[in-house]
T-cell receptor, first 114, second 112 residues
Framework: NAGVTQTPKFQVLKTGQSMTLQCAQD?????MYWYRQDPGMGLRLIYYSASEGTTDKGEVPNGYNVSRLNKREFSLRLESAAPSQTSVYFC?????????????FGDGTRLSIL | GNSVTQMEGPVTLSEEAFLTINCTYTATGYPSLFWYVQYPGEGLQLLLKATKADDKGSNKGFEATYRKETTSFHLEKGSVQVSDSAVYFC???????????FGKGTRLSVIA
């Protein structure tokens, strides 16, 4: 029962480096999401994809880009990493973004930027 | 806009104590309401939900009642266990507003 799989689980970067966080779901869900979680800030939505071929900005999109590669995969890219992007990143998916169906989360990527 | 406010944590309880975590929301109309739980080192998972006023969601001994008159969805459990130690998030979904809106989370620690 894979559900939502995120890779890598941990990563350390230097300021200015780039990297892509990968996310894949095997539940045939239409909608996918990227969040970041910081102490005292709860979950903040970075980008989401309501359906294959569409992406929209969330609350904190600056410094990030996304690609909905196909129905299963939704990647998050940091072009030039900054220390303020040190966080835990979660990917989630749901059957539909326009209904109250629950979101299913991966276990997160812990990213440190020095 | 739509928002969710949860009580500040952390909350520390002894095993078998009664738990209440307060959650209030701001939204027009009738949103759907959720509680998610995040165990250490894991992602969030749905704990319970309620989709209309006076509905009660329940799961694993936890309950929450959708109170339209007080715009609240407080989480309760009669007797907590050490294994309930986690971060709890209240969230709402309002039709026409894509993605969930999450509260900031409340950390619960239960000690034996």
């Amino acid at each position: 029962n894979a559900g939502v799989t995120q890779t890598p689980k941990f990563q350390v970067l230097k300021t200015g480096q780039s990297m892509t966080l990968q996310c894949a779901q095997d539940m045939n869900h239409n909608s996918m999401y990227w969040y970041r979680q910081d102490p005292g800030m709860g979950l903040r939505l970075i980008y989401y994809s309501a359906s294959e071929g569409t992406t929209d900005k969330g609350e904190v999109p600056n410094g990030y880009n996304v690609s909905r590669l196909n129905k299963r995969e939704f990647s998050l890219r940091l072009e030039s990493a900054a220390p303020s992007q040190t966080s835990v990143y979660f990917c989630a998916s749901s059957e539909s973004g326009t209904s109250d169906q629950p979101q299913h989360f991966g276990d997160g990527t812990r990213l440190s930027i020095l | 806009g739509n928002s969710v406010t949860q009580m500040e944590g952390p909350v520390t309880l002894s095993e078998e104590a009664f738990l209440t975590i307060n959650c209030t929301y701001t939204a027009t109309g009738y949103p759907s309401l959720f509680w998610y739980v995040q165990y250490p080192g894991e992602g969030l998972q749905l704990l319970l939900k309620a989709t209309k006023a006076d509905d009660k969601g329940s799961n694993k001994g936890f309950e929450a009642t959708y109170r339209k008159e007080t715009t609240s969805f407080h989480l309760e459990k009669g007797s907590v266990q050490v294994s309930d130690s986690a971060v709890y998030f209240c969230a709402l979904y309002h039709r026409g507003n894509t993605p969930l809106v999450f509260g900031k989370g409340t950390r619960l620690s239960v000690i034996a």
